[in-house]
Structures are given as C-alpha cells and as structure tokens.
C-alpha cells in the first residue's frame, strides 16, 4: 500500500521523537506519541488505560515492535493541563497489519499439507511477522528501567494476563479436546502465550543490552548457542525466547530515522522483487525444508540435523527475517486509515483469535470441509481469518476483556512515597 499523502523524494516529515522516559509500553503492543504540535491535525486516537501505556508485547509492551507516522488527534487534557500525548499512526497501522498476517497464517498451516502455494505463503510470512513485531516492541522498550511505575506495568501488563491466557487456554484445551488431564503448567507456556513469557523476559534484561558494546551480536550470538544446545528444555520457552531475542534487542536500538529510511520511495519499488524472490525462493524450498525452522522453539539436535546446519540457519533466518521486515515497513501507510485504531487492540486480537486457531483444529473443520482446501476454499479461509481477528482489535473487545489484559491492580501494590508526596503538595 503506498502513502498518497507522503511526497516523494527527500522532503519528508520528520518522524516524532523518542517517547518520554516517563511513557513506557507494556506488553508491546501500544503505540508511539507524535509532537503536540500535530495534534490539531489527528484523529481521536482511543485512550489507554494508565496502566498499559508505556509498550511491542510490542510492548509491544509498544507497551511497545514496541519513524514501527501520520499523527493521531490529540486526547483531552490530563488534570494538570498538559496535554495528553498522541499515538503514532504508523506504529498502529504496522501492529494491526502484522497481526493480519499472525492470524492468516495460523489459517494457513493446515492448509500446507496439500498446498505448495499455501505453504510457500506460510513460510514468506512466517519469515517476518513476529519478528517485525518483537522489534516494534523492542523499539518501544527503549525507556524501560527498573523504576517502581513500570515494573508496575510489567506485571499488570504483561505477567498477569499471561498467567490467565495460560490458565484459559488450558482449560479451554481440555474441552475442545476432550483431554481432562491436560495440566496448567506456567513453566511450560501452550501455545501464544509463549511471546508474552518472552517478552516479560526480555523487558527485564533491557537495562544489560544498554550497558554491553555490541548488544545485537552479543544477542545473536546467544541465539546461535541455544539453537546448539538441546538440553534447555521447555520451562518457560527458553529457545523461543533466546533464539527471537535479537530481534528485541535491535528494536532497542533503532533510532526513529532507521524508519525514515525504509519509508523512501526507491525502498518501497524495491521491496517488491525483494517479496517476489521471497516467495519464489519459499515455494521452491516447501518440499525441501521443514517450517519447524520459523517456529524457532526447537534446537538443531532436537530437528535432527547437525549443529552446524543450526548455525547457519539461525543466521540464515535472521539476515532473511530483517530484509523482509524492513520491506514490510516500508509499505506500512504512515497516515491515519481506517484500522489505525484498531493498532492498539492488537495484544487483544493475537490472544484472543488462538481460541478459534485452535479450535478449527480440535473440532476437524479443515477435515470435515475438503473444499477448504482448493484455492477457493484458502481464499475463504485467508479473509475470515483476517475478518475475526480484525473484530478482535476493535474497541469493544478491548473494553470487554480489558479486565485480563490491563487489570490496573492498585490493591496489589504499595503506594510510591513520591507519589504521595506529589499528591499531598497538590491538595495544598
């Protein structure tokens, strides 16, 4: 999709700054602030709860993928008279389409046994997506450090919910699978709940990655060593979390300018041929490699390769997942569309849609309905899944459950010193 309100050439609009230090995201989906200066220009940008806006877990969390700008209306003035800050269309546009594509590509994957072509998508879009959107939350992490608000955040944002998505989903897998005996384990997270272990993780380690010379080899060399080392185990998804952490630590690093680049005219024409040959490339290697690759859950032993193979495939994967990643960024529209809004349900939608993901499954729809799988039957399936989860986003949903995924919890923490003072020389 291009940008019509976006000239061409090098007279652009300056992306809006760093988030303020006191604004960090939570779970890494939320999105970035323009200058209030804009403000007179924007839509009405739906508020979030205090608790959750920092993320991009993503985090994001945006509260994060966490430049991942069309500015959004301002909101009201808070009670001091300052005025509120203003979500950055960009960074929504990016979430609520990364996480079109997270729910298609669910959609797809029992699809790819009997289609060459859906699994030559599958693997195109697994390449990126959930990279794109660890970046976007390790670029809204930036500003995390362990001040007493945002640990705060971290737990109510990011801790909490996965602990109720983690019990939900498994009884809802007992039911919809009729296995009884399935355990709540919040050591071995099932199913989506793994990114939000992940990036509870990596939020915490971001004040090391500020400190060390070279975070982003440093963070690649990690994953390279997990991918080699079988016996990590389950608990907590340790190989997600390691092999996926680069991604994190170079969204903690890009400056609003490495998103400008991408937006340049010349970047969008060429990311074109980049997608075709990714495709291409895909569709030849579907009969040839396993997708297990993309899941990144699993170390090289464990795929029954040699460790060397592991090496360069985690490379490998990484240099192919950025290309593509900055491709799909520069063709994000930077002006406020029709689903800006929904970039901050996004968190939301990813949870939520992996009930029906996985139900289809539970309950043989795919089997019960062979013309699914002709290209007619995919084309259905790839525009309900991106219908639901788009439902998912929207702001109804989001106050319906907001109770799991932004609970503010008051009652669970003791109150700041600071804060009372300030509140004590407020009321004089």
């Known amino acids: 999709m291009t940008n019509s309100a976006q000239p061409h050439g090098r007279h652009r609009a300056p992306l809006p700054p760093l988030q303020p230090a006191g604004q960090e995201p939570v779970a890494g989906m939320p999105g970035p602030r323009v200058h209030q200066s804009t403000a007179t220009t924007a839509a009405p940008a739906t508020p979030r709860p205090a608790g959750r806006h920092s993320a991009p877990p993503v985090p994001p969390t945006h509260r994060t993928p966490h430049s991942p700008a069309v500015p959004a209306a301002a909101r009201p003035a808070d009670g001091a008279g300052k005025p509120a800050k203003q979500r950055d269309a960009f960074f929504d546009n990016a979430k609520y389409l990364a996480i079109v594509l997270v729910a298609m590509a669910h959609a797809w994957e029992p699809l790819t046994d009997h289609s060459r072509t859906a699994e030559a998508l599958y693997m195109t879009v697994y390449t990126f997506h959930m990279p794109a959107f660890i970046l976007i939350s390790g670029y809204f992490s930036r500003s995390f450090d362990m001040r007493s608000?945002?640990?705060?955040?971290?737990?109510?944002?990011?801790?909490?919910?996965?602990?109720?998505?983690e019990v939900a989903y498994t009884f809802f897998k007992r039911w919809a699978d009729d296995d009884p005996t399935q355990p709540i384990s919040l050591l071995d997270p099932w199913y989506l709940t793994w990114f939000l272990i992940a990036l509870f993780v990596w939020r915490l380690t971001t004040p090391l990655w500020k400190i060390v010379r070279w975070p982003v080899p440093l963070a690649l060399a990690i994953a390279v060593l997990a991918v080699v080392s079988p016996d990590i185990g389950d608990d907590l998804d340790l190989q997600r979390v390691l092999q996926f952490m680069p991604f994190f630590v170079l969204g903690l690093f890009i400056r609003p300018e490495h998103f400008q680049l991408v937006r340049r005219r010349e970047v969008r024409i060429l990311s074109v041929p980049v997608f075709a040959?990714?495709?291409?490339?895909?569709?030849?290697?579907a009969p040839r490699m396993t997708s297990v690759w993309f899941y990144r859950r699993d170390s090289a032993q464990e795929l029954g390769v040699p460790w060397w193979v592991g090496v360069v495939m985690t490379l490998a994967l990484f240099g192919c997942s950025v290309l593509l990643t900055a491709c799909f960024f520069a063709w994000v529209p930077r002006r406020k569309m029709w689903f800006t809004v929904?970039?901050?349900?996004?968190?939301?939608?990813?949870?939520?849609?992996?009930?029906?993901?996985?139900?289809?499954?539970?309950?043989?729809?795919?089997?019960a309905h062979p013309w699914l799988h002709e290209p007619a039957g995919e084309v259905v399936v790839t525009v309900i899944a991106g219908a639901v989860v788009t439902?998912?986003?929207?702001?109804?949903?989001?106050?319906?459950?907001?109770?799991?995924?932004?609970?503010?919890m008051e009652w669970a923490f003791r109150r700041d010193a600071a804060a009372l003072a300030r509140e004590r020389g407020s009321a004089r």
């Open 149 to 165: 608000d945002r640990l705060k955040r971290l737990v109510t944002g990011i801790a909490v919910p996965y602990v109720i998505f």
């Open 277 to 285: 040959c990714a495709v291409a490339l895909a569709y030849w290697a």
């Open 342 to 367: 929904l970039g901050a349900g996004t968190l939301y939608g990813y949870l939520l849609h992996g009930f029906l993901a996985k139900g289809s499954r539970f309950w043989g729809w795919f089997e």
């Open 391 to 408: 439902l998912l986003c929207t702001p109804p949903v989001q106050r319906m459950f907001r109770f799991a995924m932004e609970p503010k």
